[in-house]
Each structure stands twice: as C-alpha cells, then as structure tokens.
C-alpha cells in the first residue's frame, strides 16, 4: 500500500504533470523539456529523478544526453495511469502551451540538436 501512495504521490506535482504530459509525444531529452517548459535545467531534472524513482519514467544514456520516457510498455499501475492521466492533462490549457513550444522548439532544433 506504501508503494502505490509514494507512485501516487508522484504526480502531486504540477511540473511532473507537464513532463508526463510532453512526454506522451515519445522520448525526450532535458533540453527538449526545458525549451517547452520553460524551466531550468536544474529543476527539470530534479523532477525527473522523482519521477524515475517513483517507476514513471524510464531514462537512456547516449553519450553526453541522457532521454526520458513515461514507462508505459508493461502492464502496471503506472501504465494504467499513465494512458489514462495523458488522455486528460494533454487538453488543459497549460499542456496545450507546453505542446505549442515544444512543437515551436522542434522545428528549429536540428540545427541544435541534443545528439
């Protein structure tokens, strides 16, 4: 019962939100949630490690950069969650604003890319 209250409690955070919102659009690296958050750096990753520590994300290292990924590809409660939390926070009007710079930021990142 623990565990599912600190999986839960995860997601008590408005910014975890927005980063399992964005990352509903496949794997993202910091700087990628960073440009469409608008948050630092620093602050974008502490909540990442919360949300890797509480079994929401999963993170790939390539070389320098490290990607990020809603854990959502094994029956869990977190992928039950996950699909369902998505569906919901993807229409709030803060999400829509996150999507619209990350969209913006993409189309310009190939010539900064992260890779």
Not at 32 to 38: G, R, V, Y
Not at 74 to 100: F, G, N, W, Y
Not at 105 to 111: E, G, P, Q, V
Request: net charge positive.
């Amino acid at each position: 019962m623990e565990r599912i209250a600190e999986t839960l409690k995860a997601l008590s955070d408005p910014t975890r939100l927005r980063i399992v919102s964005l990352l509903r659009h496949g794997e993202l690296c910091v700087c990628d949630l960073t440009e469409a958050l608008q948050t630092p750096q620093s602050k974008v990753s502490r909540h990442l490690a919360f949300l890797k520590n509480a079994g929401w994300v999963r993170a790939r290292r390539s070389g320098k950069w490290v990607y990020y990924q809603i854990l959502d590809s094994e029956p869990s409660l977190q992928a039950s969650i996950a699909q369902a939390l998505t569906m919901h926070i993807a229409k709030h009007p803060v999400c829509l604003e996150d999507d619209r710079r990350y969209f913006d930021y993409l189309a310009t990142k190939s010539s900064r890319s992260c890779d």
